[in-house]
């Protein structure tokens, strides 16, 4: 999967039509950057606190964001050097999209998140904004397998979730292994392993912010913060 990840970015880096020529970093894509999680932070920790018990009971410290050592995170955008391209993205990569084969995957449904405009769906982006939400994605499918087991079957509990964080860990260490290997310096990726690193977070972060702005409107019973 990270093999077809990266070679899905890299056709689309190198398609010649206007829409998908590749656009450098910029100081002022980045700075756009930091502005739009900033602002993701504010309104995520407003509508986390929006649910917390207002009348005579104090909310609990787990139910809100450290929204200064978010900050603090995001602000690195600032001073970093530009790096890498932005290009355009499968824009809703997760693991509901591609197909198994067998022995291979294809990747569909690229039309991105259908709850965005079409306008913000063709923006050129980092081509790791794709993969930290495959990354999210992973995480999340075997959280959810491990918690519809423990339903039917409580007394594994103790048991089986230290597995889960060895099998996740493994798992994103190996999809973001071969996704960088067969990459292999593309141009649209940051030169720097620790510039790709942090970027990776920024938008693993982002896809974890905009996920608990829908749960709280959807289930804000079940936010596990």
């Known amino acids: 999967m990270g093999q077809r990840t990266a070679a899905c970015h890299t056709i689309m880096a190198g398609l010649a039509t206007p829409a998908f020529v590749p656009e450098p970093e910029t100081k002022s894509s980045q700075r756009a950057l930091y502005q739009s999680m900033r602002n993701l932070t504010n309104r995520a920790a407003q509508a986390l606190e929006l649910t917390t018990p207002p009348t005579g009971q104090e909310a609990s410290p787990h139910r809100r964001l450290p929204v200064g050592l978010l900050q603090q995170y995001f602000a690195r955008l600032l001073t970093m050097e530009p790096m890498g391209q932005r290009i355009r ?48 994605s992973i995480g999340l499918t075997a959280e959810q397998a491990l918690r519809r087991h423990l339903e039917r079957n409580p007394a594994d509990r103790e048991s089986l979730s230290p597995w889960l964080s060895l099998w996740r860990r493994t798992s994103l260490l190996t999809y973001l292994t071969a996704y960088l290997e067969e990459a292999g310096g593309a141009a649209f990726l940051p030169a720097d392993i620790a510039a790709t690193r942090h970027l990776l977070l920024v938008f693993v972060l982002e896809h974890s912010l905009q996920a608990l702005l829908r749960a709280l409107v959807e289930r804000p019973e079940d936010i596990p913060i």
């Open 89 to 136: 993205l499968h824009g809703d990569f997760a693991l509901d999209n591609p197909l198994h084969l067998g022995k291979d995957f294809m990747l569909v449904d690229f039309d991105g998140d259908v709850r965005a405009p079409v306008g913000e769906r063709s923006i050129k982006r980092s081509a790791l904004r794709d993969v930290a939400t495959m990354i999210a």
